[in-house]
């Protein structure tokens, strides 16, 4: 069974900075996008940043500039260092990734526990 741990969530005034990680584990065989969504309260979950497995990288225009994705293929992890932090970031930070279970070769899309972001004004 594949799953993703999150980690780095918490309370931080706006302007700081938090890093998110994200780890899978289990059996698979490549690993392909990986990405972050978030969902605020009444909100529909939203695409934050997501990198593929050659690094080529997309971002929400809401985060551009503040936030970098990147991932340690190696390590089978991803992270979202956030900057500048402002009170509208507050979200359930939910890691996200597809990739080929070993095994069985399925097409698998894998979602995070979440982790929750706080920013205080």
């Known amino acids: 069974q594949v799953q993703l741990v999150e980690s780095g969530g918490g309370l931080v005034q706006a302007g700081g900075s938090l890093r998110l990680s994200c780890a899978a584990s289990?059996?698979?065989?490549?690993?392909?996008?990986m990405g972050w969504y978030r969902q605020a309260p009444g909100k529909q979950r939203e695409l934050v940043a997501t990198?593929?497995?050659?690094?080529?990288?997309n971002y929400a225009d809401s985060v551009k500039g503040r936030f970098t994705i990147s991932r340690d293929n190696a390590k089978n992890t991803v992270y979202l260092q956030m900057n500048s932090l402002k009170p509208k970031d507050t979200a359930v930070y939910y890691c996200?990734?597809?990739?080929?279970?070993?095994?069985?070769?399925?097409?698998?899309?894998?979602w995070g526990q979440g982790t929750l972001v706080t920013v205080s004004s």
């Open positions: 996200y990734t597809n990739l080929i279970e070993g095994g069985t070769g399925r097409y698998l899309e894998v």
């Open positions: 289990g059996s698979f065989f490549s690993i392909n996008a």
């Open positions: 990198i593929t497995s050659g690094g080529s990288t």
